[in-house]
T-cell receptor
Framework: AQTVTQSQPEMSVQEAETVTLSCTYDTSESDYYLFWYKQPPSRQMILVIRQEAYKQQNATENRFSVNFQKAAKSFSLKISDSQLGDAAMYFCAYRSGGNNDMRFGAGTRLTVKP | EAQVTQNPRYLITVTGKKLTVTCSQNMNHEYMSWYRQDPGLGLRQIYYSMNVEVTDKGDVPEGYKVSRKEKRNFPLILESPSPNQTSLYFC???????????????FGDGTRLSIL
């Protein structure tokens, strides 16, 4: 079974600075999708960004971008110009290409300091 | 508005008292799933459903039941709840558009269950 590992239980960043959250995964599949979800204190699960494994280009959504290293099975999230509203738990997730099942990492709690 | 609706949002109950957490989506999604979230463990899948009358176990199905009689609804049933089922529960849905689909799952707002 696929596993997703987030090795940083907690991270902090100064407002307006850049932070990178790490995620690695283990799979033998070639078709899959990767996601980052944000969970603020309201508990909602909010999609931040997605990446298709067959795409070499790294996904970008405004201040959020990923560094997808397929050979290394690494999928890190970079947040630029951090804002107070970015403070949340962030989950990395893997979805197999063959079905809709998702595997989540344990999460990284991000604190943004003013 | 497209959404996944869970009820209740909070529930405190006692061991052994049957309970049901409802989940409904208005996006005509084929796929629905239940997760539980525990500190340090992330989200773990309990059960999922690919379509009406099609359900299957996830990673942690013990102590739970589900049904999918209608496309929009996917209730989670705890027949005899125990304290180790105290957790934050999420329902999610997504379309199934085939193998090569990057569709993410849409989540409900979560249900906090406390079993005393």
């Amino acid at each position: 079974a696929q596993t997703v590992t987030q090795s940083q239980p907690e991270m902090s960043v100064q407002e307006a600075e850049t932070v990178t959250l790490s995620c690695t995964y283990d799979t033998s599949e070639s078709d899959y999708y990767l996601f980052w979800y944000k969970q603020p204190p309201s508990r909602q699960m909010i999609l931040v960004i997605r990446q298709e494994a067959y795409k070499q280009q790294n996904a970008t959504e405004n201040r959020f971008s990923v560094n997808f290293q397929k050979a290394a099975k690494s999928f890190s999230l970079k947040i630029s110009d951090s804002q107070l509203g970015d403070a949340a738990m962030y989950f990395c997730a893997y979805r197999s290409g063959g079905n809709n099942d998702m595997r989540f990492g344990a999460g990284t709690r991000l604190t943004v300091k003013p | 508005e497209a959404q996944v609706t869970q009820n209740p949002r909070y529930l405190i109950t006692v061991t052994g008292k049957k309970l049901t957490v409802t989940c409904s989506q208005n996006m005509n999604h084929e796929y629905m799933s239940w997760y539980r979230q525990d500190p340090g463990l992330g989200l773990r899948q309990i059960y999922y459903s690919m379509n009406v009358e099609v359900t299957d176990k996830g990673d942690v199905p013990e102590g739970y039941k589900v049904s999918r009689k209608e496309k929009r609804n996917f209730p989670l049933i705890l027949e005899s709840p125990s304290p180790n089922q105290t957790s934050l529960y999420f329902c999610a849905s997504s379309p199934w558009t085939g193998r090569y689909s990057n569709q993410p799952q849409h989540f409900g707002d979560g249900t906090r269950l406390s079993i005393l």
